[in-house]
């Protein structure tokens, strides 16, 4: 059974920092792609960050390059997203997600998510 559980969101202030955790299960990480969306209320779901199978390329939405880092541990079978100097509109709800094709690769700043995790909030307020 295929899992994903965020953790890690929170509030934080303005040039701040958090590290989101997502714990996978049910699959073996390092085969699949994986990253991150968000959702802010009352807007488009957005691609955040990705990490391919292949590779291990990463990829970032403009809005959040150079600020926010994607990784993986795949003998922890966890992906981390490490934002730093956070704006007030990085605040919403933090989505990960895969894609389980074999050797899947990103498109763009994000998977073609198959399975979804439950979100974590992270507001981003003084």
């Known amino acids: 059974q295929v899992q994903l559980v965020e953790s890690g969101g929170g509030l934080v202030q303005p040039g701040g920092s958090l590290r989101l955790s997502c714990a996978a299960s049910?699959?073996?990480?390092?085969?699949?792609?994986i990253g991150w969306f968000r959702q802010a209320p009352g807007k488009e779901r957005e691609g955040v960050s990705c990490?391919?199978?292949?590779?291990?390329?990463?990829y970032y939405a403009d809005s959040v390059k150079g600020r926010f880092t994607i990784s993986r541990d795949n003998a922890k079978s966890t992906v981390y997203l490490q934002m730093n100097s956070l704006k007030p509109e990085d605040t919403a709800v933090y989505y990960c997600?895969?894609?389980?094709?074999?050797?899947?690769?990103?498109?763009?700043?994000?998977?073609?998510?198959?399975?979804w995790g439950q979100g974590t909030q992270v507001t981003v307020s003084s």
């Open positions: 997600a895969v894609d389980l094709r074999v050797g899947s690769s990103c498109q763009g700043s994000h998977p073609l998510a198959d399975y």
């Open positions: 049910g699959f073996t990480l390092g085969y699949y792609a």
């Open positions: 990490i391919s199978s292949s590779d291990d390329s990463t």
